[in-house]
Protein backbone atom coordinates (compact mmCIF):
# COMPACT_ATOMS: atom_id res chain seq x y z
CA UNK A 1 0.00 0.00 0.00
CA UNK A 2 0.59 3.85 -0.36
CA UNK A 3 2.70 5.34 3.05
CA UNK A 4 2.96 1.66 4.57
CA UNK A 5 6.45 1.16 5.01
CA UNK A 6 6.97 0.17 1.43
CA UNK A 7 10.18 1.79 0.73
CA UNK A 8 11.29 0.84 4.12
CA UNK A 9 10.66 -3.11 2.80
CA UNK A 10 11.73 -2.68 -0.32
CA UNK A 11 15.23 -1.67 0.78
CA UNK A 12 15.55 -4.26 3.78
CA UNK A 13 14.56 -6.54 1.03
CA UNK A 14 17.32 -5.98 -1.17
CA UNK A 15 20.11 -5.87 1.49
CA UNK A 16 18.89 -9.37 3.03
CA UNK A 17 18.67 -10.77 -0.55
CA UNK A 18 22.41 -9.69 -0.94
CA UNK A 19 23.78 -10.99 2.33
CA UNK A 20 21.87 -14.33 1.58
CA UNK A 21 23.05 -14.60 -2.06
CA UNK A 22 26.10 -12.26 -2.02
CA UNK A 23 27.13 -14.07 -5.49
CA UNK A 24 24.13 -13.82 -7.24
CA UNK A 25 23.53 -9.72 -8.01
CA UNK A 26 19.78 -9.05 -7.07
CA UNK A 27 18.47 -5.58 -8.97
CA UNK A 28 15.77 -3.94 -7.51
CA UNK A 29 13.51 -1.59 -9.89
CA UNK A 30 10.45 0.17 -9.03
CA UNK A 31 7.29 -1.04 -11.41
CA UNK A 32 3.84 0.25 -12.15
CA UNK A 33 3.74 0.31 -16.35
CA UNK A 34 4.63 -1.57 -19.33
CA UNK A 35 7.37 0.54 -20.20
CA UNK A 36 9.19 -0.02 -16.77
CA UNK A 37 8.90 -4.11 -17.13
CA UNK A 38 10.12 -3.66 -20.90
CA UNK A 39 13.15 -2.43 -18.65
CA UNK A 40 13.65 -5.54 -16.05
CA UNK A 41 17.16 -6.70 -16.31
CA UNK A 42 18.04 -9.92 -16.66
CA UNK A 43 18.54 -12.17 -13.18
CA UNK A 44 16.89 -12.58 -9.96
CA UNK A 45 15.28 -8.85 -9.52
CA UNK A 46 13.37 -7.07 -6.55
CA UNK A 47 10.23 -5.38 -7.68
CA UNK A 48 8.36 -2.75 -6.17
CA UNK A 49 5.07 -1.40 -7.23
CA UNK A 50 1.59 0.01 -5.37
CA UNK A 51 -0.42 -1.27 -8.23
CA UNK A 52 -0.54 -2.77 -11.73
CA UNK A 53 -2.47 -3.52 -14.17
CA UNK A 54 -4.63 -6.66 -14.69
CA UNK A 55 -1.91 -7.68 -17.14
CA UNK A 56 1.28 -6.73 -15.52
CA UNK A 57 -0.09 -8.44 -12.85
CA UNK A 58 -0.68 -11.10 -13.87
CA UNK A 59 3.03 -11.22 -15.75
CA UNK A 60 4.62 -10.95 -12.63
CA UNK A 61 2.67 -13.11 -10.60
CA UNK A 62 3.45 -15.74 -12.76
CA UNK A 63 7.39 -15.10 -12.26
CA UNK A 64 7.54 -14.13 -9.11
CA UNK A 65 8.93 -16.34 -6.29
CA UNK A 66 7.97 -14.35 -3.31
CA UNK A 67 5.28 -11.78 -2.57
CA UNK A 68 5.96 -8.93 -0.05
CA UNK A 69 3.09 -6.76 1.09
CA UNK A 70 2.81 -3.77 3.56
CA UNK A 71 -0.66 -2.57 4.60
CA UNK A 72 -1.74 0.61 6.97
CA UNK A 73 -4.91 1.64 8.45
CA UNK A 74 -6.07 3.16 4.91
CA UNK A 75 -7.28 6.34 7.38
CA UNK A 76 -3.52 7.17 8.24
CA UNK A 77 -2.46 5.82 4.91
CA UNK A 78 -4.85 9.13 3.28
CA UNK A 79 -3.53 11.32 5.85
CA UNK A 80 -0.01 10.50 5.55
CA UNK A 81 -0.13 11.45 1.75
CA UNK A 82 -2.26 14.67 2.73
CA UNK A 83 0.45 15.64 4.99
CA UNK A 84 3.88 14.67 3.52
CA UNK A 85 2.90 14.43 -0.48
CA UNK A 86 1.09 17.22 -0.64
CA UNK A 87 -2.10 15.11 -2.33
CA UNK A 88 -5.75 16.13 -2.25
CA UNK A 89 -7.71 14.27 -0.57
CA UNK A 90 -9.90 12.65 -3.30
CA UNK A 91 -6.29 11.92 -4.81
CA UNK A 92 -4.92 10.32 -1.77
CA UNK A 93 -8.26 8.49 -1.25
CA UNK A 94 -8.14 6.92 -4.77
CA UNK A 95 -4.63 5.77 -4.43
CA UNK A 96 -4.32 4.23 -1.05
CA UNK A 97 -7.62 2.55 -2.24
CA UNK A 98 -6.33 0.82 -5.39
CA UNK A 99 -3.17 -0.05 -3.52
CA UNK A 100 -5.00 -1.74 -0.38
CA UNK A 101 -7.59 -3.61 -3.13
CA UNK A 102 -4.45 -5.22 -5.07
CA UNK A 103 -2.61 -5.83 -2.27
CA UNK A 104 -5.64 -7.24 -0.45
CA UNK A 105 -5.68 -9.32 -3.22
CA UNK A 106 -2.45 -11.44 -2.77
CA UNK A 107 -2.59 -11.66 1.09
CA UNK A 108 -4.04 -15.32 0.74
CA UNK A 109 -1.68 -16.48 -2.22
CA UNK A 110 0.48 -18.90 -0.94
CA UNK A 111 3.70 -17.64 0.29
CA UNK A 112 2.94 -14.34 0.83
CA UNK A 113 4.14 -12.52 3.56
CA UNK A 114 2.31 -10.05 5.62
CA UNK A 115 3.86 -6.77 7.09
CA UNK A 116 1.40 -4.61 9.23
CA UNK A 117 2.73 -0.86 9.98
CA UNK A 118 0.65 -1.04 13.16
CA UNK A 119 2.71 -4.14 14.04
CA UNK A 120 5.73 -1.52 13.84
CA UNK A 121 7.46 -4.09 11.28
CA UNK A 122 10.40 -0.97 10.45
CA UNK A 123 11.02 -1.34 13.96
CA UNK A 124 11.69 -4.79 14.66
CA UNK A 125 14.97 -7.01 13.80
CA UNK A 126 13.11 -9.73 13.72
CA UNK A 127 11.91 -8.30 10.25
CA UNK A 128 15.26 -9.12 9.03
CA UNK A 129 14.49 -12.60 9.70
CA UNK A 130 11.05 -13.00 8.03
CA UNK A 131 12.76 -11.55 4.75
CA UNK A 132 15.20 -14.05 5.39
CA UNK A 133 12.87 -16.67 6.26
CA UNK A 134 10.44 -15.71 2.66
CA UNK A 135 13.73 -16.12 0.88
CA UNK A 136 14.90 -19.37 2.19
CA UNK A 137 17.38 -18.84 4.12
CA UNK A 138 18.51 -18.30 8.07
CA UNK A 139 20.11 -14.78 9.02
CA UNK A 140 23.42 -15.20 11.63
CA UNK A 141 22.20 -12.56 14.29
CA UNK A 142 25.49 -10.14 14.08
CA UNK A 143 24.11 -9.88 10.24
CA UNK A 144 20.31 -9.47 11.57
CA UNK A 145 21.49 -6.89 13.78
CA UNK A 146 23.57 -4.81 11.23
CA UNK A 147 21.30 -5.00 8.70
CA UNK A 148 18.60 -3.49 10.92
CA UNK A 149 21.01 -0.81 12.53
CA UNK A 150 21.35 0.65 8.86
CA UNK A 151 17.74 1.04 8.40
CA UNK A 152 16.91 3.59 11.55
CA UNK A 153 15.47 6.82 10.37
CA UNK A 154 18.12 8.88 11.47
CA UNK A 155 20.55 7.10 8.83
CA UNK A 156 18.08 6.85 6.20
CA UNK A 157 17.31 10.59 7.02
CA UNK A 158 21.18 10.98 6.53
CA UNK A 159 20.83 8.95 3.31
CA UNK A 160 18.11 11.57 2.11
CA UNK A 161 19.53 14.71 2.78
CA UNK A 162 22.66 13.76 0.29
CA UNK A 163 20.33 12.76 -2.45
CA UNK A 164 21.43 15.79 -4.60
CA UNK A 165 24.71 14.68 -4.55
CA UNK A 166 23.45 10.95 -5.89
CA UNK A 167 24.35 10.12 -9.38
CA UNK A 168 21.08 8.05 -9.31
CA UNK A 169 18.78 10.80 -8.03
CA UNK A 170 16.36 12.89 -10.48
CA UNK A 171 13.85 15.52 -9.62
CA UNK A 172 10.14 14.46 -10.56
CA UNK A 173 9.04 17.93 -12.38
CA UNK A 174 5.73 17.59 -11.26
CA UNK A 175 6.36 17.60 -7.23
CA UNK A 176 9.65 19.31 -7.27
CA UNK A 177 11.00 15.48 -5.11
CA UNK A 178 14.12 14.10 -5.05
CA UNK A 179 14.15 10.57 -6.06
CA UNK A 180 16.73 8.17 -5.70
CA UNK A 181 16.11 5.41 -8.36
CA UNK A 182 18.07 3.21 -6.81
CA UNK A 183 16.58 3.04 -3.29
CA UNK A 184 13.27 4.72 -4.35
CA UNK A 185 14.00 7.15 -1.14
CA UNK A 186 12.30 10.39 -2.07
CA UNK A 187 12.80 13.87 -0.67
CA UNK A 188 9.28 13.72 1.06
CA UNK A 189 10.11 10.77 2.97
CA UNK A 190 11.94 13.00 5.59
CA UNK A 191 10.53 14.63 8.37
CA UNK A 192 8.35 11.95 9.30
CA UNK A 193 7.34 10.22 12.92
CA UNK A 194 5.73 7.15 11.62
CA UNK A 195 3.02 7.82 14.39
CA UNK A 196 -0.13 5.71 14.52
CA UNK A 197 -3.30 7.33 14.34
CA UNK A 198 -2.58 10.53 13.62
CA UNK A 199 -5.85 10.40 10.97
CA UNK A 200 -8.11 10.77 14.39
CA UNK A 201 -6.88 14.46 15.00
CA UNK A 202 -6.39 15.22 11.01
CA UNK A 203 -9.01 14.03 8.98
CA UNK A 204 -12.65 15.75 9.22
CA UNK A 205 -15.80 13.34 9.73
CA UNK A 206 -16.79 13.45 6.01
CA UNK A 207 -13.43 12.78 5.14
CA UNK A 208 -13.46 9.31 7.14
CA UNK A 209 -16.83 8.55 6.57
CA UNK A 210 -15.90 8.11 2.73
CA UNK A 211 -12.59 5.73 3.48
CA UNK A 212 -14.40 3.88 5.78
CA UNK A 213 -17.17 3.74 3.48
CA UNK A 214 -15.45 2.45 0.21
CA UNK A 215 -12.60 0.35 2.23
CA UNK A 216 -15.02 -1.14 4.41
CA UNK A 217 -14.80 -5.13 3.35
CA UNK A 218 -10.57 -4.50 3.51
CA UNK A 219 -10.64 -2.82 7.17
CA UNK A 220 -13.16 -5.61 8.33
CA UNK A 221 -10.57 -8.47 6.82
CA UNK A 222 -7.40 -7.07 8.18
CA UNK A 223 -8.69 -5.88 11.47
CA UNK A 224 -9.01 -1.83 11.21
CA UNK A 225 -11.79 -1.35 13.68
CA UNK A 226 -14.44 1.53 12.55
Request: glycine share 6%.
Amino acid sequence: MYASGSTWLFNAAREVAAELHPSTPHRAVYLETLPHLARLPPGPVIVKSHHLTVRLARFMEARSRHILLSLRDPRDAVTSMMQHMGQSFPLALHRVERSALFCAHYANKEGAALFMYEREFTERPETFDRLAHSFGGILPPPARERLFAGTRRHIIEGRIAKLEDSPTTWRNPTTGDLVDTDTQWHTHHAGRTGEIGRWQNFLPGDNIRQIEGRLATFMKDFGYPT
